[in-house]
Structures are given as structure tokens and as C-alpha cells.
């Protein structure tokens, strides 16, 4: 019987583009939300890669294939006065889950923190999706069951924008 690989993680590149839209994809059929996928694959990559980049992204592979990744971005803690990191999408692909590719990334992040001088790191988990829960927990994850997330978006924020006082 062979064990299986150790996972490895690396820095996204450009030439990773259409990996993160093709996981991205995935992980939205995943949640039940594959109908709420938009994206212009040419403003991801300007958003991961550009000038001005907004996000990052962990590639997670096993035995040298892309398996998952984890996209990413700092955010701020005024209490602590420090940066945060945001785990916005997390995703193994089923095939390589229990291998250790989901801990290899959130330690991999958790070190990222650490190296950034960040205060935290933190995501959000449908309520559904007790196995993540479970997972992240194990890991010494804590739910900040205070908090409801609240979002304005399409619509909405077009209308919100338009109070902004000019200038």
C-alpha cells in the first residue's frame, strides 16, 4: 500500500488563471452556488495579478497536481491596530480530501499571518456545511456566533453610492 503524498503549497502565477477559475467554479457547485459564478476570467486576473493586486491565492497540490487553493486578502482590525488576514475561498477538490491538503493550507495562511505581523485570521463557513465546521474547529477555529456578515451588492450598492456626498 503507498501512503499518499505530502502536500505542498505554493504562491499562485499568472499561468495559474484558469486553475483558479476552473477551482473557483468547482467550489461554487460545491456550496449550491454555481448559478451566483460571474467572474470575468480577465478581471480575476487583474485583480490577482496586476498592478494593484486585491487578493492572493495558495495553491495546494498532491504529488504535484493542483488538488486546491485557498484565495485570500488583508484586512484590518481597528481594536488590535494590526492587519487580518480573510480566507475568502477555501477548496480541496473531493479526491484529494483527508490527505491533509485542507491543513496544509490553513497552517500555511496561519504562517502568513504570522510573518505579516497580523493580529488574526478569519473566514466565513455556510452554516450547512457541518464537515467544514467540524474541521475547522479541530483546528482550534472558533465561531463568532455575535456577528451576523451583512453584504450590499448589485442594486443596492448602486443605490448606496449614489447618497455619497460629491467630492
Not at 499518499?4 to 484558469?18: N, Y
Not at 504535484?64 to 480573510?86: C, D, K, M, V, W
Request: charged letters at 20%; glycine letters at 8%; hydrophobic letters at 50%.
Amino acid at each position: 500500500m503507498s501512503t499518499p503524498a505530502t502536500p505542498s503549497i505554493r504562491r499562485a502565477t499568472p499561468d495559474d488563471l484558469p486553475l483558479i477559475a476552473a477551482l473557483i467554479r468547482e467550489l461554487a457547485a460545491y456550496e449550491k452556488l454555481a448559478h451566483e459564478v460571474r467572474f470575468d476570467i480577465a478581471e480575476l486576473g487583474e485583480q490577482l495579478f496586476g498592478p494593484r493586486p486585491m487578493a492572493e491565492v495558495l495553491i495546494g497540490e498532491c504529488a504535484g497536481q493542483a488538488q486546491g487553493f485557498a484565495l485570500f486578502f488583508h484586512n484590518f482590525s481597528t481594536f488590535e491596530g494590526r492587519p487580518g488576514i480573510y480566507l475568502e475561498d477555501l477548496f480541496v477538490r473531493p479526491a484529494a480530501r483527508g490527505a491533509g491538503l485542507g491543513t496544509a493550507l490553513l497552517a500555511a495562511l496561519a504562517a502568513l499571518a504570522l510573518e505579516r505581523g497580523c493580529a488574526r485570521f478569519e473566514w466565513s463557513v455556510l452554516d450547512w456545511n457541518t464537515p467544514s465546521i467540524g474541521f475547522y474547529r479541530a483546528l482550534g477555529a472558533r465561531a463568532m456566533d455575535d456577528w451576523t456578515v451583512m453584504r450590499v451588492d448589485g442594486a443596492a450598492l448602486a443605490a448606496l453610492a449614489k447618497r455619497a456626498q460629491p467630492g
